[in-house]
């Protein structure tokens, strides 16, 4: 027979009965920690060089921390732990997925070479956008540290 048994004086059991909630709360810290450092490279590299430039900034200001309407958000629940990162922008789902769409007929307005400006209608068209992924592909690009940096956190919690 085996038996296995934990000894020792109050800090030790005191220790072990702290390590749930200390790795957790270490788990969350380095999560947070790897949802910023997600975010940064989307915006400062992703949408503002390749696959996508940066003309306006709309899409990448849409990226933020600041809690604004936006679909980026970091989750601390007690059932679940969730970082997400995304936009509202209708045309980041075009560059981030690609794809064929209907472009429904519309009045556009027109600068004549004369300097008269003008309506002209556009006709209903489809339209092919090829795929710029800012989102997933960073993601992918930084899993593999991702990964290292909450194990790492986990060890440390248990190490304490």
Do not use: C
């Not at 209903?124 to 540290?145: G, N």
Request: without cysteine; positive net charge.
């Amino acid at each position: 027979m085996i038996e296995g048994a934990v000894t020792g004086d109050v800090a030790v059991v005191v220790r072990f009965e702290r390590l749930p909630g200390a790795l957790r709360a270490a788990v969350v810290r380095e999560m947070r920690r790897q949802w910023f450092r997600v975010q940064a490279e989307v915006v400062t590299g992703k949408l503002s060089g390749d696959p996508l430039h940066r003309p306006t900034g709309v899409l990448a200001s849409s990226i933020n921390v600041d809690g604004s309407d936006t679909a980026t958000e970091f989750v601390d629940e007690p059932a679940e732990i969730i970082g997400r990162i995304g936009t509202k922008v209708r045309y980041g789902f075009i560059h981030e997925n690609g794809g064929t769409f209907t472009i429904p007929s519309h009045d556009r307005r027109v600068e004549s070479r004369l300097g008269k400006p003008y309506v002209a209608t556009v006709r209903e068209h489809k339209a092919t956008y090829p795929k710029r992924s800012f989102l997933r592909s960073t993601l992918k690009e930084l899993r593999p540290s991702i990964l290292a940096a909450i194990r790492g956190a986990v060890s440390d919690a248990v190490a304490k």
